[in-house]
């Protein structure tokens, strides 16, 4: 028998959360972001249930001809754009549009020999000080591409840093407006924090939300994903392997980081930070054992984790774990619980789903 761990993808989930971003949306059209393989869930996995979006938007030239070979003919975008001037060759090949982020990718284009003129997409940084043409220079930049025979439509692009948080968007959709004011072309802003908080502002004519199409909320904890509609794409689930029965005093796993206050009956799950659990979710971390929540005692370990079986006590070896994600008898885990508890973010866990967990549709 294979060690009795999985991951599950949720094609229902994955339909019903780009449909609560069209929803959001208004009429603006809906890249759906699958970059670093979709989230950790699988280009492959998640192409059916995600065709209905517009367009699909990612950074790996390499995902992107995994679309196309999956049969995928509408818009790609490359959210870094090229990286040298030969990703230009792939892009005219492959039809893929492309940001234009800094002045060398505008150098290699005016050197680039296409029969058919690109689509870019003309970043602006706003105030996020990552990628994008500062203010001054957007102008210029945009006149630049506009004289070059290999450019088509310039879309002007530009991403948030707080859409999530208190600062909001206000700030640097003022610097974006004022640097786009009289520019034609159509325009993207929004991220999934954009699209769900302030919509209004942001929806312009196409939207980029991802990790909301994966049922995480961007904004938790101020928000839940169940506050959202959001439902979780990814289950992580395994199984007790063993059953120990503490004395108080005893400690639990490297270091005896844990010790038991009473005596404790505890189960060992065949998850560890091997297979993408997060080795920093200290004591405490949630989990369900049998669809019953409870908690994880003591250091994850490499292969293992333990799990405080006081609120199950039926549980035995071979009890069904869910790490994050959908549990028995619709039991659920949202991901970004077991994120914040180990001090991060969903996208981290879903991203660093190790490649020897099987993973089956679902
Ligand atoms: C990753 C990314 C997105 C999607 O962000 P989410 O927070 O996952 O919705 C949108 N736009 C750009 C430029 C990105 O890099």
């Not at 517009?54 to 990286?83: K, M, Q, Y």
């Not at 039809?95 to 997409?121: C, E, G």
């Not at 199984?239 to 029965?245: E, F, P, S």
Request: hydrophobic share 45%.
């Amino acid at each position: 028998m294979p060690r009795p761990i999985e991951a599950l993808i949720h094609r229902d989930a994955l339909s019903h959360n780009l449909a609560r971003a069209r929803a959001a949306a208004g009429g603006a059209r809906v890249f759906a972001v699958v970059k670093a393989n979709a989230y950790g869930h699988g280009i492959e996995r998640v192409y059916e249930a995600l065709r209905g979006a517009d367009g699909f938007a990612l950074l790996d030239l390499a995902e992107a001809s995994t679309l196309r070979a999956l049969g995928w003919r509408g818009p790609v975008l490359l959210l870094e754009g090229t990286f040298d001037a030969r990703d230009l060759e792939t892009c005219s090949r492959l039809n893929l549009w492309h940001t234009v982020h800094h002045d060398a990718q505008i150098d290699w284009l005016s050197r680039h020999k296409t029969q058919q003129p690109h689509r870019v997409f003309l970043k602006l940084n706003s105030g996020m000080n990552r990628l994008g043409f500062a203010p001054l220079s957007f102008r210029s930049a945009w006149a630049r591409l506009e004289a070059l025979p290999q450019v088509d439509e310039i879309t002007l692009m530009s991403h948030f840093a707080d859409a999530d948080g208190e600062r909001g968007v206000a700030a640097q959709l003022a610097v974006f407006e004022q640097a786009a004011a009289d520019l034609p072309g159509e325009r993207t802003l929004a991220n999934s924090a954009a699209l769900l908080r302030h919509a209004g502002t942001t929806a312009a004519d196409w939207v980029r939300p991802g990790i909301m199409v994966y049922g995480s909320a961007p904004d938790h904890p101020e928000y839940d994903a169940t506050h959202w509609g959001l439902q979780p794409a990814m289950t992580l689930r395994a199984r007790l392997i063993a059953v120990q029965t503490l004395a108080a005093g005893a400690a639990v796993g490297y270091g005896g980081q844990f010790v038991a206050p009473q005596a404790l009956r505890i189960g060992v799950v065949a998850c560890g930070y091997a297979d993408g659990y997060p080795r920093l979710a200290p004591t405490g971390t949630p989990v369900l054992v049998d669809g019953v929540r409870t908690r994880t005692v003591g250091r994850v370990s490499m292969d293992m984790i333990a799990v405080d079986l006081t609120p199950v006590p039926q549980a035995e070896a071979g009890s069904e774990v869910t790490l994050w994600g959908r549990g028995p008898r619709d039991s659920l885990l949202p991901i970004d619980e077991v994120a914040h508890a180990a001090g991060t973010v969903g996208y981290e866990l879903m991203c660093a789903l190790a490649s020897r967990v099987p993973v089956h549709l679902d």
